[in-house]
């Protein structure tokens, strides 16, 4: 499906792409993008390709065709840990927080990098413990010994150390219990207001229509619709066709 050019110069821009794992051909010409600012769902059913276009984008998986833009510069091809110093953070469906770690040593994994002051650090260690309280109650225990819908927490708060422009999060409510879930909602509107664009992959559906100003939906390594989240609702045939189970 092709898809109009975005008006203003896009954070993230992922055009025509496709990715093999091995002979598997997974992604058949990914097309989509981000604004800055702006959340985006990205929604699909399992296996269709939602996590490998996150890994594409983190340079996790390398596309063999098609290209990646941060900020209008192609990123395709470069290393991970570049992609996090150039502002694109990710929190993976496994979470990868450091189980043996505290909770403020996992935090400090994201603070330790060149020219950043002790006052900037110390800030953003307060901020994420005001949106996060339960992690500053638990700054001092292993990561390990968290609650999954916490350990979600950690992934993001862990995230936010590195004050991304983006950050990609792939079903950040996986699992959780609705408290969770609620907590993790109000986390992306926060977020949000903060200016950080997100991508979020879910599978979720009222959740993403309701935390996303945009959706795309994917199917068998491609985009298939994309529209405003205010467009369409879980009734809606589209819904119904490419999420429906
Ligand atoms: N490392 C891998 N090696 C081979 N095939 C893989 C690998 N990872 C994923 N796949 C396959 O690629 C396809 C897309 O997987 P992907 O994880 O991107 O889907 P998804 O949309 O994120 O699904 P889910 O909702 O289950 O997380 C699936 O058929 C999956 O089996
Ligand atoms: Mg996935």
Same mark, same amino acid.
């Given at each position: 499906?092709t898809?109009t ?13 496709h990715?093999?794992?091995g002979?598997?051909h997974?992604?058949h010409?990914?097309?989509l ?8 769902g990205l929604?699909g059913?399992?296996?269709?390709g939602k996590s490998?276009?996150?890994k ?6 390398q596309p063999s065709r098609g ?5 209008g510069n192609a990123i ?5 840990h570049?992609?996090?110093?150039l ?7 496994d979470?990868?927080?450091f189980?043996l770690l ?12 060149k020219?950043?002051t002790e &006052?900037? $650090?110390?800030a !953003? #260690? %307060? ?7 339960v992690?500053a109650?638990?700054s ?5 010994t ?5 350990q979600?927490?950690l992934a993001i708060?862990?995230a936010?150390m590195? &004050?991304? $422009?983006i950050? !990609? #999060? %792939? ?6 219990m609705?408290r969770m879930?609620s ?5 992306i509107?926060v977020?949000?207001r903060?200016g950080?664009?997100i991508?979020?992959?879910?599978q979720?559906v009222?959740l993403?229509?309701?935390a996303s100003?945009?959706?795309?939906i994917?199917?068998?390594?491609l985009v298939c619709?994309h529209?405003?989240a205010?467009e369409i609702?879980v009734d809606?045939?589209v819904v119904?066709?490419y999420l429906?189970?």
């Amino acid at each position: 499906m092709t898809e109009t050019a975005p008006r203003t110069e896009p954070i993230v821009l992922v055009e025509d792409v496709h990715t093999y794992y091995g002979k598997s051909h997974i992604l058949h010409g990914v097309t989509l993008h981000v604004q800055p600012g702006e959340v985006v769902g990205l929604l699909g059913r399992n296996g269709v390709g939602k996590s490998t276009t996150l890994k594409t984008i983190m340079g996790l998986v390398q596309p063999s065709r098609g290209s990646v833009r941060l900020d209008g510069n192609a990123i395709t091809g470069l290393p991970t840990h570049k992609l996090a110093r150039l502002g694109i953070g990710y929190v993976p469906e496994d979470r990868r927080i450091f189980g043996l770690l505290t909770v403020m040593e996992n935090l400090r994994t994201g603070l330790d990098r060149k020219g950043v002051t002790e &006052e900037r $650090k110390a800030a !953003l #260690l %307060d901020k994420v413990f005001t949106y996060f309280p339960v992690l500053a109650e638990r700054s001092n225990q292993a990561g390990g010994t968290l609650s999954g819908g916490e350990q979600q927490m950690l992934a993001i708060a862990r995230a936010m150390m590195l &004050e991304p $422009k983006i950050i !990609l #999060l %792939d079903e950040p409510t996986e699992g959780l219990m609705p408290r969770m879930v609620s907590q993790i909602r109000q986390i992306i509107d926060v977020l949000h207001r903060e200016g950080v664009a997100i991508l979020l992959v879910e599978q979720n559906v009222p959740l993403t229509l309701e935390a996303s100003e945009r959706v795309y939906i994917m199917e068998k390594g491609l985009v298939c619709h994309h529209c405003a989240a205010s467009e369409i609702n879980v009734d809606d045939p589209v819904v119904k066709q490419y999420l429906g189970v």
